[in-house]
Nanobody, 120 residues
Framework: QVQLVESGGGLVQAGGSMRLSCAAS????????MGWFRQAPGKERDFVAG????????NYADSVKGRFTISRDNSKNTVYLQMNSLKPEDTAVYYC?????????????WGQGTQVTVSS
Protein backbone atom coordinates (compact mmCIF):
# COMPACT_ATOMS: atom_id res chain seq x y z
CA GLN A 1 0.00 0.00 0.00
CA VAL A 2 1.25 3.46 -0.94
CA GLN A 3 -0.20 6.74 0.28
CA LEU A 4 0.44 9.89 -1.70
CA VAL A 5 0.02 13.48 -0.54
CA GLU A 6 0.34 16.36 -3.00
CA SER A 7 1.21 19.93 -2.08
CA GLY A 8 2.25 23.16 -3.72
CA GLY A 9 -0.83 24.11 -5.70
CA GLY A 10 -2.42 27.53 -5.72
CA LEU A 11 -2.99 30.59 -7.86
CA VAL A 12 -0.37 31.96 -10.24
CA GLN A 13 -0.38 34.42 -13.12
CA ALA A 14 0.18 33.31 -16.67
CA GLY A 15 3.89 33.07 -17.41
CA GLY A 16 4.70 32.25 -13.81
CA SER A 17 6.13 29.13 -12.20
CA MET A 18 5.02 26.67 -9.56
CA ARG A 19 6.42 23.48 -8.08
CA LEU A 20 4.24 20.61 -6.96
CA SER A 21 5.42 17.98 -4.53
CA CYS A 22 4.12 14.51 -3.83
CA ALA A 23 5.22 12.75 -0.67
CA ALA A 24 4.84 8.99 -0.62
CA SER A 25 4.64 6.60 2.29
CA UNK A 26 6.28 3.22 2.33
CA UNK A 27 9.77 1.81 2.17
CA UNK A 28 9.69 0.83 -1.49
CA UNK A 29 9.23 4.27 -3.05
CA UNK A 30 12.34 3.87 -5.19
CA UNK A 31 10.83 0.83 -6.89
CA UNK A 32 7.70 2.67 -8.06
CA UNK A 33 7.15 4.51 -11.29
CA MET A 34 5.67 7.92 -10.50
CA GLY A 35 3.58 10.29 -12.50
CA TRP A 36 1.47 13.41 -12.60
CA PHE A 37 -1.96 13.69 -14.16
CA ARG A 38 -4.40 16.58 -14.32
CA GLN A 39 -8.12 17.01 -14.66
CA ALA A 40 -9.87 20.19 -15.68
CA PRO A 41 -13.61 20.71 -14.98
CA GLY A 42 -15.73 18.63 -17.32
CA LYS A 43 -12.72 16.87 -18.83
CA GLU A 44 -11.00 13.54 -18.43
CA ARG A 45 -7.93 13.00 -16.30
CA ASP A 46 -4.94 13.37 -18.60
CA PHE A 47 -1.35 12.24 -18.31
CA VAL A 48 1.13 15.08 -17.74
CA ALA A 49 4.50 13.52 -16.91
CA GLY A 50 6.03 10.30 -15.66
CA UNK A 51 9.34 9.06 -14.32
CA UNK A 52 10.56 5.49 -14.11
CA UNK A 53 11.75 3.93 -10.91
CA UNK A 54 15.24 2.84 -11.83
CA UNK A 55 16.57 4.57 -14.92
CA UNK A 56 15.00 7.92 -14.19
CA UNK A 57 13.59 7.93 -17.71
CA UNK A 58 10.98 10.65 -18.10
CA ASN A 59 8.06 11.16 -20.42
CA TYR A 60 5.82 14.19 -20.98
CA ALA A 61 2.57 15.09 -22.65
CA ASP A 62 3.16 17.20 -25.76
CA SER A 63 1.27 20.10 -24.20
CA VAL A 64 3.84 20.50 -21.41
CA LYS A 65 7.11 19.50 -23.08
CA GLY A 66 9.77 22.13 -22.57
CA ARG A 67 7.80 23.81 -19.77
CA PHE A 68 7.35 21.12 -17.10
CA THR A 69 10.00 18.94 -15.47
CA ILE A 70 9.35 15.86 -13.35
CA SER A 71 11.98 14.67 -10.90
CA ARG A 72 12.24 12.44 -7.86
CA ASP A 73 14.25 12.29 -4.67
CA ASN A 74 14.22 8.71 -3.46
CA SER A 75 15.91 9.69 -0.18
CA LYS A 76 12.88 11.85 0.61
CA ASN A 77 10.21 9.60 -0.94
CA THR A 78 9.11 12.59 -2.98
CA VAL A 79 8.37 13.35 -6.62
CA TYR A 80 8.22 16.88 -7.96
CA LEU A 81 6.67 18.67 -10.89
CA GLN A 82 8.33 21.95 -11.77
CA MET A 83 5.99 24.00 -13.95
CA ASN A 84 7.29 27.02 -15.84
CA SER A 85 5.72 29.37 -18.37
CA LEU A 86 2.30 28.46 -17.06
CA LYS A 87 -0.74 29.08 -19.23
CA PRO A 88 -4.42 29.46 -18.31
CA GLU A 89 -5.07 26.11 -19.99
CA ASP A 90 -2.83 24.46 -17.38
CA THR A 91 -5.55 25.17 -14.81
CA ALA A 92 -6.67 21.85 -13.33
CA VAL A 93 -6.54 19.59 -10.33
CA TYR A 94 -3.17 17.86 -10.43
CA TYR A 95 -2.89 14.29 -9.17
CA CYS A 96 0.15 12.28 -8.24
CA UNK A 97 0.20 8.59 -9.18
CA UNK A 98 2.38 5.64 -8.29
CA UNK A 99 2.62 2.19 -9.77
CA UNK A 100 4.92 -0.79 -9.60
CA UNK A 101 4.60 -0.98 -13.38
CA UNK A 102 5.51 1.88 -15.72
CA UNK A 103 2.68 1.11 -18.13
CA UNK A 104 0.05 0.95 -15.37
CA UNK A 105 0.31 4.36 -13.75
CA UNK A 106 -3.40 4.95 -14.27
CA UNK A 107 -4.20 1.73 -12.42
CA UNK A 108 -1.98 2.35 -9.42
CA UNK A 109 -2.23 4.57 -6.37
CA TRP A 110 -3.53 8.14 -6.40
CA GLY A 111 -3.17 11.19 -4.24
CA GLN A 112 -6.07 13.45 -3.32
CA GLY A 113 -5.09 16.13 -5.83
CA THR A 114 -4.04 19.76 -5.59
CA GLN A 115 -5.65 22.66 -7.42
CA VAL A 116 -3.56 24.75 -9.79
CA THR A 117 -5.16 27.90 -11.15
CA VAL A 118 -3.43 30.05 -13.76
CA SER A 119 -4.93 33.49 -14.27
CA SER A 120 -4.64 35.37 -17.54
Amino acid sequence: QVQLVESGGGLVQAGGSMRLSCAASGRTFSSYAMGWFRQAPGKERDFVAGIRSSSGYTNYADSVKGRFTISRDNSKNTVYLQMNSLKPEDTAVYYCAASSTWLSLRNGYWGQGTQVTVSS
